[in-house]
């Protein structure tokens, strides 16, 4: 079955740099484009970045442009999200999701069907 299992979180201090991934099994990790998304406590999951199957397009929240980094190696069947810069306001728990091949609307939660588990980040002022 599809698994999406992240890791590297922590916790960090303002400026400080950040790496996670994304491992992906069950399915051609290739073939999906794949997206993350984080959450804080009592907000809404909000997109963070997306990348499609062979790395030729990425895409950012506003928010974490220029600061954040989404790559992906498919020989390795994994995802990874390089935080640089980070703040604050970047804490939230972080999840890897796959999406849909029928949609190309990378910025919605709506078009991703597997989630991982997430991995908590964590950023003091």
């Known amino acids: 079955q599809v698994q999406l299992v992240e890791s590297g979180g922590g916790s960090v201090q303002a400026g400080d740099s950040l790496r996670i991934s994304c491992t992906g099994s069950?399915?051609?990790?290739?073939?999906?484009?794949m997206g993350w998304f984080r959450q804080d406590p009592g907000k809404e999951r909000e997109f963070v970045a997306g990348v499609n199957g062979n790395s030729s397009n990425m895409y950012y929240a506003d928010s974490v442009k220029g600061r954040f980094t989404i790559s992906r190696d498919n020989a390795k069947n994994t995802m990874y999200l390089q935080m640089n810069r980070l703040k604050p306001e970047d804490t939230a728990v972080y999840y890897c999701a796959r999406k849909a091949t029928y949609t190309n609307h990378y910025y919605s939660s709506a078009s991703y069907f597997y989630w991982g588990q997430g991995t908590q980040v964590t950023v003091s002022s």
């Open positions: 069950g399915f051609t990790f290739s073939s999906y484009g």
